[in-house]
C-alpha cells in the first residue's frame, strides 16, 4: 500500500517560519505531481501549492512570495518551506500525490496524508 507521511507542523509565531516534509513509501512506479493543501476551520480544503515531477510549480496567490514548494525524488518527498507566516496560514496542511502505482494502469492515483496542523501566532 502506498502511505504518505506528513512532518513538520507545529505552533510558529507571526513572521516564523517551518518547514513542512511529506514522505511517500509503498509500492509504486513513480510519483509524479505533489501538493500540498491546506483545511482551517469553517472552510474548504484549498490549495496552496503544487509541483510537477519535473520542477513546475504553482501557488496560490495568499502564499505566493512566502512558501516555496520543492521536492526530492530520489526521497520521493516534498517538501513546503513557510515563510513570513500569517495567522491566516493556522490549518491542517494536507500532502498529496498522483501516483502511478503500476504499469497496467492507465492512469495515476491520487493519495492523501492525514495532515499535520499549522498555529500561527502573536
Do not use: H
Not at 502511505?3 to 509524479?32: F, H, K, M, P
Not at 491546506?38 to 501557488?59: C, D, F, H, M, W
Not at 501516483?99 to 499549522?118: A, F
Request: proline share 1%.
Amino acid at each position: 500500500q502506498v502511505q504518505l507521511v506528513e512532518s513538520g507542523g507545529g505552533l510558529a509565531q507571526y513572521g516564523g517560519s517551518l518547514r513542512l516534509s511529506c514522505a511517500a513509501s509503498g509500492t509504486l512506479v513513480r510519483i509524479n505531481a505533489m501538493g500540498w493543501y491546506r483545511q482551517a476551520p469553517g472552510k474548504q480544503r484549498e490549495l496552496v501549492a503544487t509541483i510537477s515531477r519535473g520542477g513546475s510549480t504553482n501557488y496560490a496567490e495568499s502564499v505566493k512570495g512566502r512558501f516555496t514548494i520543492s521536492r526530492d525524488n530520489a526521497k520521493n518527498t516534498v517538501y513546503l518551506q513557510m515563510n513570513s507566516l500569517k495567522a491566516e496560514d493556522t490549518a491542517v496542511y494536507f500532502c498529496n500525490a498522483m501516483i502511478l502505482r503500476s504499469y497496467y494502469d492507465d492512469s495515476d492515483y491520487s493519495y492523501w496524508g492525514r495532515g499535520t496542523q499549522v498555529t500561527v501566532s502573536s
